[in-house]
């Protein structure tokens, strides 16, 4: 297969356009990404001072439900969605599980484990 490198090439200028594009909206995303976390930091700090749990199922399912449905409208494969919100939301939940797990050393009763219900909280988005 043949590089496109010659200068004046329409197919190589075409293709440093597209690249160039692409990079732009890649380095939206690292910006975008970030602006998340640093929102999902404030959110896991908020029920680490409270004893919610790192991890909202319900809250979870709710996103994958509205992003495969965006996906679908925006004609992205809703499963790329779907995987893409999974691996943010593991991350998040892993932020979440280490802002507890900061709080409770520094305040030993600051959260009473999820699993005997004595921490039983409705879901908040």
Do not use: C, W
Request: no cysteine; glycine share 4%.
């Amino acid at each position: 297969m043949a590089r496109l490198s010659a200068m004046g090439d329409p197919v190589a200028e075409e293709l440093l356009r597209l690249r160039m594009s692409i990079d732009n909206m890649d380095a939206a995303l690292v910006h975008l990404l970030a602006e998340r976390f640093k929102v999902t930091q404030q959110v896991g700090e908020l029920k680490a001072a409270h004893g919610l749990p790192p991890a909202d199922p319900v809250r979870e399912a709710q996103q994958i439900s509205r992003l495969r449905a965006l996906a679908e409208d925006a004609k992205l494969d809703p499963e790329f969605a779907e995987k893409f919100l999974n691996f943010v939301v593991a991350e998040v939940v892993r932020h979440h599980e280490a802002t507890l797990s900061q709080s409770t050393s520094s305040n030993p009763q600051a959260y009473v484990s999820h699993q005997d219900g004595a921490n039983e909280h409705p879901s908040r988005p």
